[in-house]
């Protein structure tokens, strides 16, 4: 396993006791303490992955297609990079050798990405994966989308709905690298603006962060969604109510869901990546049960 050192640029990130969460506490109140000096790399709660790129001997495919485990001293979540030499975020590549050519991973961060924990969190099922069409709701700078790409591949799509300008210039630059990446500058609670960009999709992900967010996602599932198909939605507890506890709201929006025909399988929540947050994952639709 070779690192890569053109990645991970401390300096490029405004080191300041590395606060991954910008509450001005650095480790999210879990005891962590940022870089540690003796050489043993970063210490992630929860994780271990140790970036001093010490001992990691290669890419092994985990439960979930498309995604991979670097395994070594220290185990890191990869995806298979789909613009070899190209970080998105500074984030660390590593080369791995296959046969005569290389093969090179990107290293997914937790701290940065809701799926990427949701993922080290045990979660079962993402229903992304190699040759499927998704859409991206919140889509943000394109962190998470950018290994979403990496995931879905040449054969698969993300539509990348994205409401500020400003996160949507860096989304758009992704896109420039990442054929099939489609950017779409818009608010995502009106889905008919964008109607004609989008053709429909195996797969919704929302990340939007609003006390409707359900009501959003429902919205668009109905313009995009295939019958059956499968939705994932990041819920943050604050944003939907903060006056209530996290529990109640999670539940509060899985009874959302259910009205709006999506039925949730699965919930998770983000501990120790993010502070009061749940994924739920379910199927769009779902068709009648045989009898």
């Known amino acids: 396993m070779e690192w ?6 401390w300096d490029g990130l405004g080191y300041n006791g590395m606060d991954w969460d910008a509450t001005g506490e650095g480790g999210m109140g879990l005891g962590w303490t940022g870089i540690d000096w003796e050489g043993n790399g970063i210490d992630w709660p929860g994780v271990g992955i140790d970036w001093d790129g010490l001992g990691c001997t290669g890419a092994h495919l985990c439960p979930l297609p498309g995604v991979f485990i670097c395994r070594g001293r220290e185990d890191a979540l990869v995806t298979r990079n789909l613009v070899p030499g190209e970080s998105v975020y500074g984030e660390k590549r590593i080369s791995v050798e296959d046969g005569d050519s290389k093969v090179e ?19 079962d099922q993402i229903h ?11 889509a943000a700078s394109g ?13 698969g799509l993300v539509y990348a709905v994205e409401f500020s300008h400003r996160s949507g210039r860096d989304l758009i630059n992704v896109a ?23 053709g429909m999709v195996d797969v919704i992900f929302a990340d ?8 959003i996602v429902a919205l668009n599932a109905q313009h995009f969604l295939r019958r ?7 819920i943050k507890a604050n944003c939907i109510d903060s006056t209530a506890a996290p529990e109640a ?24 990546y993010e502070r009061d947050h749940a994924v739920v994952v379910g199927v769009y639709r779902p068709p009648p049960k045989e009898k």
């Open 105 to 123: 991973y990107r290293a997914w961060n937790p701290f940065r990405s809701k799926l990427a924990a949701a993922i080290l969190g045990g979660i």
């Open 143 to 155: 962190t998470t989308v950018s290994h979403v790409s990496d995931i879905v591949g040449l054969e």
């Open 249 to 272: 709201v999670f539940a509060g929006e899985v009874r959302r869901m259910a009205a709006e025909r999506m039925r949730p399988q699965e919930q998770l929540t983000l501990e120790p």
């Open 176 to 198: 420039k690298k990442r054929t099939n990446v489609i950017p779409v500058i818009e608010d995502a609670r009106h889905p008919h603006k964008y109607r004609m960009l989008i």
């Open 128 to 138: 992304i994966q190699p040759g499927a069409k998704v859409l991206y709701l919140g």
């Open 4 to 9: 890569d050192r053109l990645g991970w640029d």
């Open 208 to 215: 939007v962060a609003q006390p409707d967010q359900t009501r």
């Open 228 to 234: 059956g198909g499968h939705f994932i939605i990041s």
